[in-house]
């Protein structure tokens, strides 16, 4: 991430504030048993996470299964419009989302992550689904404590 941005889009875990990240938290139970699985969200350019929380809703600042656990900080440089962009791609994916049935196996809060990823066309593609999300997530995402 370059150093263009000043401190209040800096991480700051005790806010729950996570600018620009796709973020994860564990669901009881399912990540007990196999724990790479877990609730995935992601944040706008001021750090307030959206994730898909259950059918037909979308939740803002207040993650379905608790308070992230892990981050992956990506680059709003990779957005065509910067911060602008990166916000739309996350508001325009939410609203979708906030018409969609939620299904565990295949459209969920990952495809939710992917969609925005699309919407903002992260890193100039539009090929982002909740396997790609999944994997470029687990390979890079950072424990917050």
């Not at 994916?93 to 906030?98: E, F, T």
Request: proline content about 6%; some cysteine; glycine content about 6%.
């Amino acid at each position: 991430m370059t150093e263009e941005y000043d401190e209040q889009f800096e991480i700051d875990p005790k806010r729950n504030r996570y600018p620009y990240c796709i973020v994860w938290t564990p669901i009881p139970i399912i990540t007990w048993l196999l724990p790479i699985i877990g609730h995935m969200g992601i944040a706008t350019s001021r750090g307030i996470i959206r994730d898909f929380a259950g059918p037909y809703f979308v939740a803002e600042d207040n993650m379905a299964f608790g308070n992230p656990t892990k981050y992956w900080q990506l680059d709003p440089n990779l957005v065509d419009d910067g911060r602008n962009g990166w916000d739309d791609g996350v508001e325009n994916a939410s609203k979708i989302y906030c018409k969609r049935m939620h299904y565990l196996c295949w459209d969920n809060c990952h495809s939710h992550v992917g969609t925005a990823l699309n919407q903002m066309r992260y890193n100039g593609e539009s090929n982002h689904n909740m396997v790609k999300t999944f994997f470029q997530f687990t390979f890079y995402s950072k424990y917050i404590r």
